[in-house]
């Protein structure tokens, strides 16, 4: 159990809240969290697009069912398009369900 803990501890030195600038992947892609499993990118989109130009929408599906896994990306062309949308999306209501907005983390490979 002692790796748990460790990817645990981890995780909650790089949270956004707990770090500064070098602990984020980037500064212009989020990560949504809590979403509702009928969310699709369209729905993801529209719902970031006041904010900013958007690059890229993703929602993470399971590879066999393809259903969503409840959670997506979004990333935006400019910083503060970013910002903007993280202050003001984190915890509202997206498809019945309060979304989780945060910075996305870089992935290190592995679990």
């Known amino acids: ?9 981890r995780r909650s030195r790089a949270s956004p809240l707990a770090g500064g600038i070098l602990s984020r992947g980037s500064c212009t892609k989020l990560f949504v969290g809590g979403l509702s499993y009928d969310t699709n990118e369209p729905v993801l989109k529209d719902a970031f697009r006041q904010f900013g130009d958007i690059i890229e929408v993703k929602v993470i599906c399971d590879h066999v069912s393809g259903k969503s896994k409840g959670y997506g990306f979004v990333q935006f062309e400019s910083e503060a398009a ?3 949308a993280l202050n003001e999306m984190d915890g509202k209501s997206l498809d019945g369900r309060d979304i989780r907005v945060h910075y996305a983390q870089k992935r290190n490979g592995g679990l």
């Open 1 to 9: 159990m002692q790796g748990l803990g460790a990817r645990f501890a």
């Open 82 to 84: 970013a910002s903007t």
